[in-house]
């Protein structure tokens, strides 16, 4: 054998098994098999199946007795207790950079690590320990689960966050109002556990980012406006929890509301007005005095559907509606209205005034379902008239609004015209008013032939 070769043989066992060599691989973290960087792109049951396995950081450390670089013990740090990958991986990647320090730091499993402990204690505030954490995790000394179950207890998850704001929306919302945010906010607690995200994870891991997703989710698969509801629903969803210090800010304030074009409904031209009424009056009764209390008394069909037997008083010509998020307001039935209301003394006065194809009757169903109820009905009118979705039972509303400001306009300036109208309406300000004037073109100039010469 020559010596050249001998003399590499000696230099190879001095170049690999010295102390010049280091004495630890680089920390890695185990996700159940997959590649993290590759998460959104596998399956949901791929997904699944990494997650039931046990995460972890592991390192090898080069055993002084035999020089070899040695597996040590995994370093889980409570991270297997949460069911997504969020949180798993955000507790690992802290606990590997920290674990990364500590051996450049010098530490080794193998050593009696006190003056590292000392040397860290004097190097940072009192705030940053959670390299000694790790020390204690590897050590085997740490009372690191106690201090994770510590800091689980002040973690406010998405299950608590969501029960505690519909607690107390359902306190301060109508029945009707609270069952439809209650719909839409549980709709968005479902998308979030579709994703990454579980019952236990902390409310502040959904960031305006991941609303900002599920906002644009509804957008493609509905519409702006429904996305701009959806909005402003999840405003208020988080603002609650602002208000009970559970998160620092409202960040859906920062999103952008989208440009929507309002749907309004047309006005009827009288001949149609006169064909429906001749129409239901030879055959439904009940949903004809229903539409007169929109055209004579200017209720919106919701508020009609409020209404009790006890809110109608005949005697004192006084309607007594319940409101949407106000008071009662009280509004007066006209003579023209007057003429067509049934006496209903002797049904129950808690009975809904308007029930199930007639009056004063028993009917449990909710004010929402009411009124979809007597839209269907009236979809069935619009059929047999060929009438298109532009046309709806407000509709009776515009056409009756218009026709009042046009007649009183012809005895009144403008602003007196308005300032009645305001008082029939029920509109708060001369603005919405005048926008709402505009909206159905209730303002129509005269025939203008004389200026065209």
Excluded at 10 to 19: C, D, L, N, P, Q
Excluded at 144 to 161: E, K, L, M
Aim: aromatic share 10%; proline share 3%; hydrophobic share 30%.
């Amino acid at each position: 054998m020559s010596s050249i070769f001998l003399l590499l043989q000696k230099v190879h066992r001095k170049v690999h098994v010295s102390s010049m060599k280091s004495n630890y691989s680089e920390p890695k973290i185990y996700t159940g098999g997959v590649d993290i960087n590759q998460w959104s792109k596998l399956s949901r049951a791929e997904q699944k199946k990494a997650l039931s396995k046990h995460w972890y950081v592991h390192y090898r450390f080069r055993n002084p007795d035999t020089g070899l670089l040695t597996r040590q013990t995994n370093i889980k740090g409570g991270a297997n207790r949460y069911k997504d990958r969020r949180s798993r991986y955000h507790i690992l990647k802290t606990l590997k950079e920290s674990l990364e320090f500590l051996l450049s730091e010098g530490f080794s499993p193998y050593e009696d690590n006190t003056k590292l402990i000392e040397k860290l204690d004097n190097k940072f505030d009192a705030k940053e320990n959670l390299k000694e954490e790790v020390i204690n995790s590897v050590d085997y000394n740490s009372n690191q689960q106690v201090q994770s179950q510590q800091q689980d207890q002040n973690i406010i998850t998405i299950n608590d966050a969501f029960e505690l704001v519909l607690t107390l929306k359902k306190q301060v919302m109508t029945e009707d109002s609270f069952i439809k945010y209650r719909s839409r906010i549980n709709k968005f607690k479902a998308w979030l556990l579709e994703k990454e995200f579980t019952l236990k994870t902390s409310i502040t891991d959904v960031t305006k980012k991941v609303v900002v997703e599920y906002l644009n989710q509804r957008l493609i698969e509905t519409s702006a406006r429904n996305r701009n509801n959806i909005r402003i629903d999840l405003s208020s969803f988080f603002q609650t929890l602002k208000d009970n210090d559970v998160i620092k800010e409202n960040f859906i304030k920062d999103i952008n509301k989208l440009k929507t074009t309002p749907v309004r409904n047309k006005s009827f031209t009288p001949k149609q007005e006169a064909q429906i009424f001749k129409h239901l009056e030879e055959t439904d009764k009940v949903l004809l005095l229903f539409i007169k209390f929109i055209c004579y008394a200017l209720l919106r069909p919701i508020e009609i559907c409020r209404l009790k037997v006890k809110d109608v008083d005949l005697e004192d010509k006084k309607i007594y509606v319940k409101a949407k998020n106000q008071p009662v307001k009280i509004k007066i039935i006209p003579d023209f209205l007057l003429k067509d209301i049934p006496n209903l003394e002797k049904y129950n006065p808690n009975n809904p005034f308007f029930s199930r194809d007639s009056f004063g009757q028993e009917w449990t169903s909710k004010e929402s379902s009411r009124k979809d109820y007597y839209s269907k009905q009236f979809k069935k009118i619009k059929d047999d008239f060929s009438l298109g979705k532009d046309y709806g039972l407000y509709s009776f509303r515009h056409t009756y609004i218009a026709k009042m400001y046009n007649n009183l306009s012809k005895n009144h300036s403008p602003h007196a015209t308005k300032s009645k109208l305001m008082q029939i309406t029920g509109h708060t300000s001369m603005d919405g008013l005048e926008n709402y004037l505009r909206s159905i073109d209730a303002a129509l100039p005269e025939d203008y032939s004389n200026l065209l010469n």
